[in-house]
């Protein structure tokens, strides 16, 4: 029983860190567009050592998963990022990755500003972008470090910003 227990949350492990990577593939390398950028070009500019984004994950069956990405290191032109995600009420590290800051984020070819909105994370009051592209509704905010603030597929929240901090 507990051998089956510890390769589900090591399955639900592997499927965040996929999930996340493919956000920060999403975020990070975007696709060329002519039009007026609807992102944040530097999303984690400005974030200082201490700054944070936490986000809650619901996975197709329905499980959530909270996963928090911390600035760990402050460099000139890049700051690096730990990835941490909640297990038995405790955050385990599940990796660094060094995020470029003079490296710009371009919006997705295709994608359709839709609306500006105000969504409240921890009590904060937070204006967001929402763009769409391909079915897939995105909020995004320069106020939140990564600038991703929730995802929805489908009509189903996937990703939200439960908390955050920029220092």
């Excluded at 949350?9 to 499927?15: N, S």
Aim: hydrophobic fraction near 45%; glycine fraction near 8%.
């Amino acid at each position: 029983m507990i051998k089956r227990m510890k390769k589900c949350i090591l399955t639900d492990m592997v499927r965040v860190r996929l999930l996340i990577g493919l956000v920060f593939i999403f975020m990070a390398l975007g696709c060329q567009s002519s039009g007026v950028p609807l992102v944040a070009a530097y999303p984690w500019a400005g974030c200082g050592l201490g700054s944070f984004v936490q986000y809650k994950m619901i996975m197709p069956d329905g499980k959530t998963i909270q996963e928090r990405q911390v600035v760990i290191e402050v460099k000139p032109g890049q700051i690096m990022l730990e990835s941490l995600a909640l297990g038995n009420d405790n955050w385990e590290s599940k990796g660094k990755m060094i995020v470029p800051l003079n490296v710009p984020r371009r919006t997705p070819v295709g994608a359709v500003a839709l609306a500006q909105e105000q969504v409240i994370i921890a009590g904060k009051t937070v204006n967001c972008k929402v763009i769409e592209n391909n079915g897939i509704k995105v909020w995004m905010s320069e106020a939140v470090p990564g600038g991703l603030v929730k995802r929805m597929s489908e009509n189903t929240v996937v990703l939200e910003v439960v908390d955050f901090k920029k220092k």
